[in-house]
C-alpha cells in the first residue's frame, strides 16, 4: 500500500487535529505513522519518519503536507528502525534540522552503536543520523504552538517516551499502546524484564485520561478505555507463558522483515532467521544451531499454513511471499 493520510478521518478527530496544527499521516506497518505540525514560530515539526526503505516515501509526504513551509524538528518517540529511518534523509533536505531524541538513549547514538540501537540484533538497517536535542520525563516541547508533555513509557522499548498535549487531552503513544494490537516487549527477548514496565506504561496513560490516541502504528482512535483494557490482557497472558511472547514475537519479526523484502527463497529466510541474534535469543537457541534452523523452518512453515505467507516455485527455486498487505 502506498503511505498516504488517513483516507476518512472521523469529523471529531479531524477538529481536534485542526486545533493541533496536526496532520496525521497513516503509513503501512513497516514505517511508523508521522504526525506533522505546523502553524508554530519556530518551525514545522515531525514526529518519527518511518523506516529507511520508505524514506523517500516519508519525504514526499512532508513535503506535500508542509508545501513551502520548512520543516526544523524531528521527534522520536523511541529509536527502533521503523520510527527513526527517515532522519538521516531528512535532514539531508533540510539543513540544520534539529532532532530530539530520547534522553535514555543519549549513550547508543554518542558514538552510534548499532547493537546497543538493536539493528544489528534485528537485522533490520536504519541510516546513521545525529541528534541535536535529547527529551526526557517531565520535559515540555512545543509542538504546532501548544506545549506537549514528555512521559516516559518504557516496556515496548526502554528508552520510549509519550508526548501529551493537555488541553485536547491528545496522546502520542508511540508503541506504548495500539488500538487492536499489542507491541513486541523487546526487553523480555533477551531475558530481561519488561512485562511490568509495560503495565507501568499503560497506568500511565489511564492516568493521563486521553480523549484522543494517535498510535506509531493503525488510525487513531477515541476507544482508550477498551484499548488498554486489551493490551492488559494480552500483557498479562503473555507473562503467564513467556514462551507465548517469544513465539507471538518471532512471527511478528518475520512479517516485518518480509513486509521490506515482499519475496524471498524460502532457504534464505530460514536461513536469515537462524542466524539473526534476536530470533536466536527469542527462540532461546543460541548456541544450538540445528534447533535454531528447526525453530526458523516451523514458524516460516506455520507462517504458510496460517496464510500469512504463501510458497511460489520460480524455475528451480521455492520462494515465500508476503500475502497481507502493506
Known amino acids: 500500500m502506498t503511505p498516504t493520510t488517513a483516507p476518512a478521518i472521523r469529523?471529531?478527530?479531524?477538529?481536534?487535529?485542526?486545533?493541533?496544527?496536526?496532520?496525521?499521516?497513516?503509513?503501512?506497518?513497516?514505517?511508523?505513522?508521522?504526525?506533522?505540525?505546523?502553524?508554530?514560530?519556530?518551525?514545522?515539526?515531525?514526529?518519527?519518519?518511518?523506516?529507511?526503505?520508505?524514506?523517500?516515501?516519508?519525504?514526499?509526504?512532508?513535503?506535500?503536507?508542509?508545501?513551502?513551509?520548512?520543516?526544523?524538528?524531528?521527534?522520536?518517540?523511541?529509536?527502533?528502525?521503523?520510527?527513526?529511518?527517515?532522519?538521516?534523509?531528512?535532514?539531508?533536505?533540510?539543513?540544520?534540522?534539529?532532532?530530539?531524541?530520547?534522553?535514555?538513549?543519549?549513550?547508543?547514538?554518542?558514538?552510534?552503536?548499532?547493537?546497543?540501537?538493536?539493528?544489528?540484533?534485528?537485522?533490520?538497517?536504519?541510516?546513521?543520523?545525529?541528534?541535536?536535542?535529547?527529551?526526557?520525563?517531565?520535559?515540555?516541547?512545543?509542538?504546532?504552538?501548544?506545549?506537549?508533555?514528555?512521559?516516559?513509557?518504557?516496556?515496548?522499548?526502554?528508552?520510549a517516551v509519550l508526548l501529551f498535549e493537555p488541553q485536547t487531552a491528545t496522546l502520542i503513544s508511540g508503541d506504548a499502546l495500539w488500538e487492536n494490537r499489542l507491541a513486541i516487549i523487546f526487553p523480555e527477548l533477551s531475558g530481561d524484564p519488561g512485562f511490568d514496565a509495560a503495565h507501568d506504561a499503560l497506568a500511565r496513560i489511564e492516568r493521563l485520561q486521553p480523549r484522543l490516541v494517535l498510535p506509531g502504528h493503525g488510525q487513531a482512535f477515541t476507544e482508550v478505555a477498551s484499548a488498554l483494557a486489551a493490551s492488559r490482557q494480552r500483557l498479562r497472558a503473555f507473562a503467564a507463558a513467556p514462551i507465548k511472547h517469544r513465539v507471538h514475537a518471532a512471527r511478528a519479526l518475520v512479517v516485518y522483515h518480509m513486509l521490506e523484502h515482499r519475496a524471498r527463497p524460502r532457504q534464505a529466510l530460514i536461513d536469515w532467521m537462524a542466524r539473526t541474534p534476536i530470533f536466536l535469543k527469542s527462540l532461546q537457541c543460541e548456541n544450538d544451531a540445528p534447533r535454531a534452523l528447526a525453530q526458523s523452518v516451523e514458524i516460516v512453515d506455520r507462517l504458510v499454513t496460517d496464510g500469512v505467507l504463501a510458497l511460489q516455485t520460480v524455475g528451480d527455486e521455492l520462494r515465500v511471499v508476503l500475502t497481507a498487505g502493506d
Open 11 to 159: 469529523p471529531d478527530i479531524a477538529t481536534t487535529l485542526q486545533t493541533l496544527n496536526a496532520q496525521w499521516l497513516v503509513r503501512g506497518w513497516l514505517s511508523a505513522n508521522n504526525i506533522v505540525f505546523t502553524g508554530a514560530p519556530q518551525g514545522a515539526s515531525v514526529v518519527d519518519t518511518g523506516y529507511v526503505s520508505h524514506a523517500p516515501q516519508t519525504l514526499a509526504l512532508i513535503e506535500q503536507a508542509l508545501g513551502s513551509v520548512p520543516l526544523a524538528e524531528v521527534v522520536n518517540t523511541h529509536l527502533h528502525s521503523d520510527h527513526c529511518g527517515g532522519n538521516a534523509a531528512l535532514a539531508r533536505r533540510w539543513p540544520g534540522l534539529r532532532i530530539s531524541v530520547p534522553a535514555a538513549s543519549r549513550s547508543k547514538l554518542q558514538p552510534w552503536d548499532e547493537d546497543r540501537l538493536s539493528y544489528r540484533e534485528t537485522g533490520q538497517r536504519c541510516e546513521p543520523f545525529t541528534p541535536q536535542g535529547f527529551i526526557d520525563d517531565g520535559d515540555t516541547l512545543m509542538l504546532g504552538g501548544r506545549p506537549w508533555q514528555v512521559h516516559a513509557a518504557p516496556g515496548h522499548d526502554p528508552d
